[in-house]
């Protein structure tokens, strides 16, 4: 209950405060990418239920001759590059919060399509709603690997409390300040897990 009510409370006071920021970032985008402004995409949330997260796009919407989509790289414009590095893309989340979909602090929520590839270890990362920021974020973020990541989300369930939350809130603050973690290796975002996995289960070296 505490935790609810401080996920409300700051995620209320967060966007009225920071409500500048987040029209002079809709700006920019529209003026440099145009519409929509927003990211939209059903995500798993608390028990692995659907919700709708929200964020501010860094990707054009572009296709290559053949009408295939390009890749992520290819898409993620110099603006949203920076949008990334500096967390200003996860800001809308905060109404996500609001709603209790999501918490400030929990495992992120990843993609519906992992759901089938999960071990029930992984998928103990759906006992608490998914956060803005989370143990594994101040904890490498992009740069570990997804065993390390889902070790520490697994980690998160069982140990986590009020302190500890407040504690990520402040490491996360730091690491957006210093921009640590934000790419894995030359990679614009972490490998995908599904692909990953059918790899390793094919017994096919990760690159």
Not at 98 to 108: E, F, Y
Not at 117 to 139: K, L
């Amino acid at each position: 209950m505490l935790k609810r009510q401080f996920d409300f409370i700051t995620s209320l006071t967060g966007l009225i405060l920071l409500s500048p920021v987040l029209v002079v970032v809709a700006l920019m985008i529209r003026y440099k990418m145009g519409s929509p402004i927003f990211f939209r995409q059903t995500r798993p949330g608390l028990y692995g239920k659907p919700f709708e997260i929200i964020k501010f796009r860094s990707m054009r919407d572009a296709y290559d001759k053949h009408g295939r989509r390009l890749t992520e790289k290819e898409r993620l414009t110099p603006f949203g590059r920076r949008l990334r590095s500096t967390s200003l893309d996860e800001l809308p989340e905060l109404w996500n919060v609001l709603k209790g979909d999501m918490s400030l602090v929990g495992p992120r929520p990843l993609l519906m399509e992992y759901l089938p590839f999960y071990s029930t270890y992984q998928s103990r990362r759906h006992e608490v709603r998914p956060g803005v920021t989370g143990w594994a974020q101040v904890n490498g973020r992009n740069t570990i690997t997804w065993d390390r990541k889902f070790d520490y989300d697994v980690w998160y369930v069982d140990n986590r409390n009020f302190l500890l939350d407040i504690k990520i809130l402040l490491l996360t603050v730091k690491k957006v300040f210093v921009r640590e973690g934000i790419s894995h290796s030359s990679e614009v975002a972490m490998p995908n897990f599904k692909e990953s996995k059918l790899r390793n289960d094919r017994g096919e070296k990760n690159d």
